[in-house]
């Protein structure tokens, strides 16, 4: 599993966290990351946003309830051993 660095789009600080999927829907892609490894652990699902540079990926978290809810279906389905609760 592959562990990424994000910085805040703020400045102050930064977390780490680990990609189980990345798709891409209507456009637009997004990635499911997680905090740990273990098998109840807490998830995100981040939306890709315009960058700054071409080399420059951002994301934001996904807070539109049926856009989440749609989203989440994608990734439960790309990853058959995941239940994915809200």
Do not use: H
């Amino acid at each position: 599993m592959e562990k990424v660095r994000f910085t805040f789009a703020d400045g102050n600080g930064e977390d780490e966290f680990f990609v189980l999927e990345e798709t891409m829907i209507n456009g637009s892609t997004y990635i499911l990351v997680t905090d740990s490894e273990e098998d109840d652990a807490q998830c995100l699902i981040l939306k890709e946003t315009a960058g700054n540079g071409p080399d420059e990926r951002v994301f934001e978290i996904v807070e539109d309830e049926t856009e989440l809810i749609a989203v989440s279906k994608v990734f439960e389905e790309l990853l058959e051993d995941i239940n994915i609760e809200m």
